[in-house]
């Protein structure tokens, strides 16, 4: 990573907490976050991407925060890329969000659970709006977990191992869970990506959503980081509001993004992190240029009674509207729950 670094992806792990909490990815430190980036309860090894701005010396401020003093945690940072101010460098460009890889029954990509330590490998250029040549060399996307039957890791990228030495997605045993993540291309235009459980028979489903992709030239937009500031908070009907109540199942809503927190009127994608808390079902949220109650693809999926976060890096309405769509989705059309949105930087 370069001097001239202004912000990093990467992905962000919280484990042996001794007391739930969340931890804030700050460009400076502060023990008085204004926005959070892992929400954990206790005995959760969990895992969060961020894109992160940072300081002007090149640092990072993190801080955990739980309920009372004297609590510990042990955290963990995998750095998968960087963003600077030069006009040299990749430029990025936003797709509507597309189902990339589902291994369940009639999905797409790869059939099959995937299987404790056997790596497999899927064709990502070429579809999805994504173009199949060379100058695609890395995209953004989410990726879940779900259908395990042990705990485990889940790790994707241009070519893991059977072992991989970081991870994307620490996965407990009866819990879909997903992370987005800004990963690089093999040169071919694939992904590849591991399970590990705890034993050999161990498996599990893996879903990848990708939400836009990076060319090295400069027919994209350009990364330009914010100082993390709070977009939405349901739970407060005073700004950051953005939109006052709670979400109901099913019910899409707009949320504008401009020209709060220094997100220009012209920007084309955002990135921040997208926050649940107080659900009275289970389900998932999804994230869209648009609203829409029928989404193809998912952002955040919880059980109830989980504040649980994932960073995102998601493509804004058509030109002029700037803003996004958000809608939770339960099985059984009902339900509730609050919606927190913290932005770090957007795309133009």
């Known amino acids: 990573i370069p001097a001239s670094a202004v912000a990093i992806t990467g992905n962000l792990t919280v484990t042996d907490q ?62 998968t890329g960087y963003y600077t101010n030069a006009a040299t460098g990749a430029t990025y460009h936003v797709v509507p969000p597309g189902r990339s890889l589902d291994t369940r029954p009639g999905g797409v990509g790869l059939s099959g659970k995937f299987v404790h330590g056997v790596v497999r490998s899927w064709l990502v250029r070429g579809s999805n709006g994504i173009p199949p040549g060379a100058e695609v060399t890395a995209v953004t996307g989410n990726l879940t977990v779900t259908g395990q039957n042990t705990n485990g890791l889940a790790a994707i990228g241009p070519a893991v191992t059977s072992n991989p030495t970081t991870s994307t997605l620490n996965i407990p045993l009866g ?23 705890t034993s050999a028979s161990a498996s599990a489903h893996l879903i990848f959503d990708v939400t836009g992709y990076y060319t090295e030239d400069t027919t994209g937009a350009r990364f330009v980081p914010l100082t993390p500031g709070r977009r939405l908070d349901t739970r407060f009907a005073a700004p950051p509001a953005g939109l006052t109540g709670a979400f109901s199942a099913n019910v899409a809503r707009t949320l504008v993004i401009e020209p ?33 109650n029928a989404p193809t693809t998912s952002t955040l999926n919880f059980p109830v009674g989980d504040a649980r976060a994932n960073g995102v890096t998601g493509p804004l309405g058509g030109a002029g509207t700037n803003s996004v769509g958000l809608v939770y989705e339960t099985l059984t059309n009902t339900g509730t729950t609050h919606v927190i949105l913290d932005l770090t930087g957007y795309f133009r």
């Open 18 to 79: 001794n007391a739930a909490g969340f931890l804030a990815v700050t460009p400076t430190p502060t023990n008085t976050p204004s926005t959070s980036t892992l929400n954990f309860p206790l005995s959760d090894t969990r895992a969060n991407n961020i894109t992160s701005p940072l300081s002007t010396t090149g640092a990072l401020g993190i801080v955990y925060r739980a309920s009372t003093g004297g609590r510990t945690t042990n955290v963990i940072l995998d750095v």
């Open 175 to 197: 819990d879909t869970r997903a992370n987005g993540i800004t990963v690089r291309l093999a040169a071919n235009g694939t992904l590849s990506a591991v399970f590990r459980g």
């Open 260 to 292: 709060y927190q220094g997100a220009p009127g012209n920007a084309t994608a955002i990135t921040g992190n997208l926050t649940v808390v107080g659900q009275v079902r289970g389900g998932y949220l999804a994230m869209t240029p648009t609203a829409t």
